[in-house]
């Protein structure tokens, strides 16, 4: 399917009242080599968890990333941002890009790539970022919950001290990174988001693609179909 360019405009411009452009549509900055070393770079630096809190004490940055850059016509830089953001959700700092990732409008549009690109890479990355995404909230709720029971110790509110039940992986380890448990009660905004936008019909239609033996290419320069 065409990809709507969108000029970029007052939705376009940094600091606009709404910074979010509707899921499917794009902006063709004419620049993609440049902004795909741009991102490279970046994704680079927050490979280093001693680097990575520095990344995302510049708010500006992380704005400019989720705002705009998720939007651009372009294949290659979008590669490398789906990088960046999915080493960031696993290092240090990582609670300044669960903020903006956690928005409706970044996660529909996440979703929005990961269906209709044809990239192989491109996919890849964007369903490791979902992944991510996923992980990060995930280790998040239990965090909320410690510091929950930590003002309910009085013993109160038996209701509270149920055993939160987890989300099982392979080998009955629990979903998440380094041991984070995932609630299965109490989900989060990009977790709700996810699932409302049709990440299950994502994930069904790779299931499909990779049974019917399917390979998919594109034009190297657009990637979208």
Known sequence: CAVQEAEVGSQGKVGSQDPFL???MAISTGRPRLLECCLGILANIVCHASLSPKVAEHTLLLDLLTS????????????????????????PGHEHWLQRLSSKAVCLQLLWVASNTLDPQLHARALDLIVSLLHAEQCKEPEQQEQQGDHEQ????????????????????????????????????ATVALLEGGLLEVLQNVLQMAAQGKSTRTDPHLGWG
């Open 22 to 24: 509707e899921p499917g």
């Open 154 to 189: 009085d013993g109160t509110d038996l209701q509270q001290q149920q055993p939160v039940e987890t989300v099982q992986g392979p080998g009955g380890q629990p979903l998440g990174q380094q041991g984070c448990a995932g609630s299965v009660s109490g989900l989060g905004a």
């Open 68 to 91: 705009q850059a998720l939007w651009l016509a372009e294949a290659a830089p979008l590669i490398e941002l789906c990088r960046a953001a999915s080493v960031a959700l696993r290092n």
